[in-house]
């Protein structure tokens, strides 16, 4: 389940302008933008982040979802595509997709901050436990 190290270093260089680092993980190698996961390499196959504002594009062009087949949960879709094989021939091109998925990457951490974190109630006796400990004075 390597990754050639020769397409990480290829994306790497299509991608040069706009800063993208690569890191390895899972078998694999994440591409960011800023602190932003927008790309993966998984079994030498490149993938680039998709929500609903890019999918057309991906499907138009014939690509699949990453599925990732979990021992615990089955075959489980993720929220990268393949990106189009033209696309390593093309530096403009890469480019442009990839500010695409970047942008996606940017909107699913916006959500993610966003979300309501659930509140965190406490009982009545809790409450009047917790009162009643701090009016305590030490001896």
Known sequence: MAVSAELRDHILDLLDSLG???????GGVGFFADRLMF????EDRFYLKVD?????????????QWVYDSPSRGHVPMPYWEAPEALLDDSQE???????AIAVAE?????????????????????KTRA???RKTPN
Do not use: Q
């Not at 993208?20 to 899972?26: C, G, I």
């Not at 504002?53 to 699949?64: D, T």
């Open 94 to 100: 890469m480019i442009s997709w990839a500010r695409k």
């Open 39 to 42: 790309a993966v390499i998984v």
């Open 107 to 127: 909107r699913a951490a916006i959500a993610k901050r966003t979300r309501k974190k659930p509140s965190r109630k406490v009982s009545a006796s809790a409450a």
């Open 52 to 64: 609903d504002g890019n999918r057309p594009a991906f499907k138009a062009a014939g690509c699949l």
């Open 132 to 134: 009643a400990s701090r």
């Open 20 to 26: 993208v680092r690569a890191r390895s993980m899972f």
